[in-house]
């Protein structure tokens, strides 16, 4: 199993790697807020987790569970002002906050294909 040894950033287990699909964001709450605090795709076999927090105004992107992508499903979006985020890295490509991006989590994969965040 992967471990880190830093006591201050402690990796939180996220999901096994076969609860994400290419191109399909899903919500998590690793740290047991009561809220999906990160969301997590597939993306061109890339997997990445970042924030669940639009950098316009701090607040959840999704209008409900699990739905955080586009009509088109090519961008991430904001459903409060329709944000547009690129899924390969979370920059913002069009809306209010334009120039910002999603904060991205660093992901490690351990032997059993668990994926942890921190
Ligand atoms: S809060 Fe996300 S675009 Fe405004």
């Known amino acids: 199993m992967w471990r880190k040894t830093s006591v201050s950033n402690v990796p939180v287990l996220l999901c096994h790697e076969h609860h994400l699909q290419e191109g399909q964001a899903r919500g998590f ?3 047991h807020q009561g809220r999906d605090t990160v969301l997590a795709l ?10 669940n927090l639009c950098p316009h105004l701090d607040v959840a992107m999704q209008y409900r569970k699990d739905r955080f992508m586009s009509g088109d499903g090519q961008h991430i979006v904001c459903f409060a002002h329709g944000a547009l985020f690129d899924p390969a890295d979370g920059s913002c490509l069009l809306g209010p906050c334009l120039g910002q991006s999603l904060q991205a989590l660093e992901i490690h994969q351990d032997e059993q294909l668990n994926l942890w965040i921190h």
């Open 29 to 31: 709450d690793p740290w």
């Open 42 to 51: 597939k993306w061109k076999g890339q997997i990445k987790a970042y924030r």
